[in-house]
């Protein structure tokens, strides 16, 4: 099924050229079968995705929307499948529309010989918002931010006429995704422009998060600090999407200071792999900036909510919750108690 829709005005079309192929990453095995289908002027621009429901079939018996973002593998459909168990054994598979969509590099599109509307992006940095890509061999006259192909999608689906009792929307990410959410979370427009629904957004394993300011985490035997750290050697360490130096166009549009009061006003969830330590993960952010944020992924997402409370004034802002026992696993995460009882409580 494909889904047609003109492009809105929030979607940056920025032609850009860039390596598009990402030699270093695992070829995704299986790509997702449905389409969401983006028409700019006379063309039209395509990004996978799979679905438990039409995404433009009238439902009435939807009432929440569920979209899961992938990992760094680009495993879209696998994504599907493990938050789709989820859903199925909270019992509310009738009642919710949940999506995974996929974003792909060129080399995907290679593989399973997809067409030259298929967008696409370089180094998965459509985790952090960025622009799709253009290459010699598929030449790209439009870029799109994944955050504004979201946008897109949530709009389409908010839509009285097709999903009546639809109310709630949830955009959930494990690890590249969890990266996806955390900076999303802020930035998107979608809560201020679609008031008559609730908007929950959880953030699972990301390597690292975007610091509201120049503070990062000193932890010593016995007390937690955050000050600026020595930056010797780590000069960039508050760039996006670290930090708000140098924003990307999408976050560039939003602005600094609006992004700073939305995200700490959302419905945040944090949910942590009681066991994600593994400081030799080869998907661990490892860059001098990342490793400012703490020393592996659990640590990481202690540190940034211990942080976020320095600009609470009485209560805590946002949730956080650990699950025992789970390291780097987006199905084991998404199944997981804490996953159902935020998507659905």
């Not at 994944?146 to 709630?168: A, E, G, H, R, W």
């Not at 990266?179 to 390597?207: D, E, H």
Request: hydrophobic share 35%.
């Amino acid at each position: 099924m494909k889904y047609i829709i003109p492009l809105l005005l929030f979607v940056f079309a920025l032609p850009i050229i860039g390596k598009a192929q990402e030699d270093t990453v695992k070829k995704i095995e299986r790509p997702c079968p449905l389409t969401f289908d983006i028409k700019k002027g006379e063309k039209t621009y395509s990004l996978p995705y799979a679905s438990n429901h039409p995404m433009a079939e009238h439902n009435k018996k939807i009432k929440q929307l569920i979209i899961y973002i992938h990992g760094a593998r680009r495993n879209g459909l696998d994504y599907y499948e493990w938050g789709e168990a989820a859903v199925k054994s909270a019992n509310k598979d009738d009642e919710t529309l949940f999506i995974a969509p996929q974003f792909t590099s060129e080399k995907d599109l290679e593989d399973h010989k997809h067409n030259e509307n298929h967008l696409f992006w370089a180094n998965n940095n459509w985790r952090i918002g960025d622009e799709s890509v253009s290459s010699k061999k598929r030449k790209m006259t439009d870029a799109f931010s994944s955050f504004s192909l979201v946008d897109s999608m949530i709009t389409c689906i908010c839509n009285p006429q097709l999903f009546p009792k639809l109310k709630k929307v949830i955009v959930i990410g494990h690890s590249a995704g969890g990266q996806f959410v955390s900076r999303y979370a802020g930035m998107t427009p979608m809560p201020n422009i679609l008031r008559g629904y609730k908007f929950r957004f959880i953030i699972m394993n990301p390597s690292t998060y975007m610091y509201l300011d120049d503070r990062r985490p000193t932890k010593t035997a016995d007390k937690l600090t955050f000050a600026r750290p020595d930056t010797t050697g780590c000069s960039n360490f508050n760039e996006y999407p670290r930090g708000f130096e140098k924003l990307n166009p999408y976050a560039s549009k939003i602005g600094e200071a609006t992004i700073k009061q939305q995200f700490l006003t959302r419905d945040i969830a944090f949910i942590l792999g009681g066991s994600d330590t593994d400081m030799t993960d080869p998907s661990l952010d490892k860059s001098c900036g990342g490793n400012l944020q703490g020393r592996f992924r659990l640590e990481r997402g202690q540190f940034y909510y211990e942080y976020l409370q320095l600009f609470s004034k009485k209560e805590k802002i946002h949730k956080v919750e650990v699950v025992p026992n789970v390291a780097h696993s987006g199905e084991k995460m998404v199944i997981s108690k804490a996953a159902i009882g935020y998507m659905f409580n």
